[in-house]
């Protein structure tokens, strides 16, 4: 049960925080407390639910018997509501037919360690605590912590991290004490995502399905509470990749996640952009021009890749895109020049090689790095051109011979119609393995006018992906595996070698729904709508590719975050993909392209942004889609 307010954390697993593995409350990856059990007349009470109320709150719930000779029925009910920001809420409620005077006691402590500490087991023990206020202390080289109380309690007892009340419940009566933890000096918390200047529109989704709603609104809150402020430029804010792991800027994810969440407005990918820009490489060099990233697993056949690299392609395709969704002229124009020396980077690479390949020694020529530099060229000629800036033919022309290449050096012929493959060796040879990779070529962008730009495999091409895709070797019925099921070194809990990540499944979802092929996408949609509902509408950023079958449950991922940045954005685009919502902002119009198979059937989509303004559509059981709220300035697309 992971609570997330950043930089705000509350971890536990049932009602009592006994300080276990990561158990605690955190501030800015710091544990300010790592236990807190409560106990009512000496007893703990029993745990009866244990849910999760928003993205930032849990809430637990226990009872215990406190009147002699009731029968088994309990009449106390022990309430408590556990906040990221470090509040704990602890409240009785009495159904005995007389007054009750119990004991409450909580017994508090930490150790102050940090979160990379506690991940390798590597925490030291419980710190001594000391009186102080209406609670208690704790001090260390690296830092300290505060309990307070309210009301403040009868009793504190420094040596054993104990705070004591009597609290007197008539019948039917409540009682409360509320706990609050932070660092010395350290001000309530602020959360990014609650502030009225959150960049992330709070849209709403209806329908046949009930299931949307939840985990629409769900996906947007742990958008919300997954927001930070730069330290240099508080008013630009980015979504860290996730909790309880990376709570910070990964910039890769960070693009991605901007780019997903695009139809909840602009402000967020313009905030990430500038971050990302004021981080770009320059000077002379190989790497002029690159935003930084750090190497990422690539699975058992290929070696660990640059997510910089990735980042570096995906700069210009995030910014060309918002403008289609309505980022301001000037906005744009700022931005511009970060995105011009990423294109000049995508050139000068590529003109030492046919393919873009990893920047270390021996590099491949990675599948998905293509498909990122192909859709990179075509949009940033595309963003060029639209901002009366020069080098988009160049582009255009690179795009359309990596194109001719990649259709012949890439595709590895088979007795079911072939499929791309993974990667290219230095020397030539093709590393075959189907992964979920092979989804990126998919993923092409949007141009203007509601176009989408070509892809680099051709019709009968992306017709044998497609079917590969939609197949139970890649299709787990939870989402797609990230590695087929046949192929040597298949793991169903890889991280990249068959477990299902969900970037891959919503962007294979958008993928085939824009090209065609509805049924393989519906049916994706419909198992990772189903593993949503089986993790509470938040999914975590990969769990296991195991098939589906009937009364199963998707198993998770023990390393997951969980909320992640890219699975939230996920919800949001695989719920807007129905509607096929294509913008062009700069030219008024905006074109739907819903999925005419209605999986979910009737579905309405709320109080999303497109061109600075809320935009509302609905998509009948019939596939048909109508827009029912739009910026004035917009007409519809044909």
Known sequence: MICVALPGL??????QMTGRGLEGFYRAGRRVLSRCVVRVAGREPVAVQTRMAAADRARFVGTLRASPGTGPDPDVIVERDRYADGTERITLHSAAARPLRLPVEVALGTDLADLGAIASGKAGPELPASVHDSGLRWSSATGNATVTAAPPPSDALASAGLLRWELELPPGGSASVELRVRPDRAGPLRAVGRAATSPVAVARAEGDDPRVHAFLRTSIEDLQALLLRDSARPADTHLAAGAPWRCGLAPADALVAARMALPLGTGLAAGTLRILARTQLGGPGPQAGMIPGPRRDAGPHLPPHCTGTEATLLFPVLLAE???????????EELLPAAERCLTWLRTTAERDAYLRDPHPEGPARCETQAHA????L???DLLDSCGRSGGAALRQWAEELRTAFRRDFWVDGPGGGRPAVARTPDGRPVPPLCSAAVHLLDTGLLGGGGVAPGLLDKVQTESLARLLGSPVMDSGWGLRGLGAKEPGFNPFGHRAGAVRVQETALAVAGLAAAGYEKEASALLLGVLAAAESFGHRL?????????TEGSAPLPHPAACRPAAIPAAAGVLLLTTLAGIRPDAPAGTVTLRPVRGAPLGEIGLTGLRVAGAPFSVRVSRLGLAMVEEAAESLQLGV
């Open 10 to 15: 509350a971890i536990s697993t049932e009602g």
């Open 322 to 332: 918002a403008r289609r969704w309505g980022l301001p002229e000037r906005e744009t």
């Open 374 to 377: 192909h859709r990179a060229a």
């Open 379 to 381: 949009l940033g000629a």
């Open 540 to 548: 975590p950023e990969m769990y296991a590719g195991q098939q589906r």
